[in-house]
């Protein structure tokens, strides 16, 4: 459906466009998306606060695809798309202008996940500089989308509505559902993960054959994150707060290369055996980043345990 929202205002936004701030609002944009949350989330967890990372993750993952879901809902087209005028009215390039005229606008998943994920790190960290640092990227990540011209700025308000909503949430009741979530039997922490995706793939999507693409991936990745985190606690157990600083950068670059070498390798392999549109394709897909997932949370931890990088229960076993 098509909601009342105007293009007046972002056309007015798009009349002060210069090339230094297209270039400004571009790059928190691209903070926005998936890669940035992957880039901040894995420096926390390797080499801040572990469980606080690993709180970041299934928080972050779990806003995406509840934005899908309400996208899917609400219908609402983007910015300039009914007049035909987006490829002229979007600051984005061609290629990732087509990606987006092919998926909905309210609410935004840039200012919701943005609200969500630095809303609750807000609520974490106690540094006033880390504080104001977190209210900055959301407002900032926010602002380029109707700068960009892809958003209403009725998109980023519900965006930031629905995002802060689940940050004040998860600062109530992160215990008590991690507590909760830790009681249950693997067999049943199994069904539940496959049962939820299941349901965001039928749900949000056409079909079957026709799964909600954009959060294929982010379904693998939390699968992978939430069933192998307590593997990875209990046999390898690294400690994030151990090591120099340039101990931790390494771990931090660690973590990324297993992330994107495994990515790049199954996906590879992945687009020989089968056809991306498929529904082997999507699976492969699933099972690509549930794959990087596990390499980041357990391949990752291990090795720089093994190489003294961090202390960790893989150590100590080792000289027993």
Sequence with gaps: MQLPWGTDLLREIASYRSEGLTQIFQLFSELGEAEGYILVVTFIYVAMNRQLGFRLAVLVLLTFCLNHLLKTAIMNPRPFVAEGEWMTMWAASAE???HLVSEYSTPSGHAMCAAAFYGFLFTQVRTLW????SLFVVLLIGLSRPYLGVHYVEDILLGWLFGGMLAFICACYAVQIGQVWGRQRSKAQVGLLVFASLLVWIVGGDSLNQPPTPVIGILGFLTAIVLVEPIERRYVGFEAHS???????LRHLMTLACVVLTLALLGWLSDLL???ASLLGHLAKFGRYAAAGAAGLLLAPLIFVKLGLAQGKAISVDHS
């Design 130 to 133: 880390a504080k104001v640092a």
């Design 274 to 276: 089968f056809d991306r």
């Design 243 to 249: 090591g120099v600083a340039f101990q931790r950068v």
């Design 96 to 98: 990732r202008a087509r």
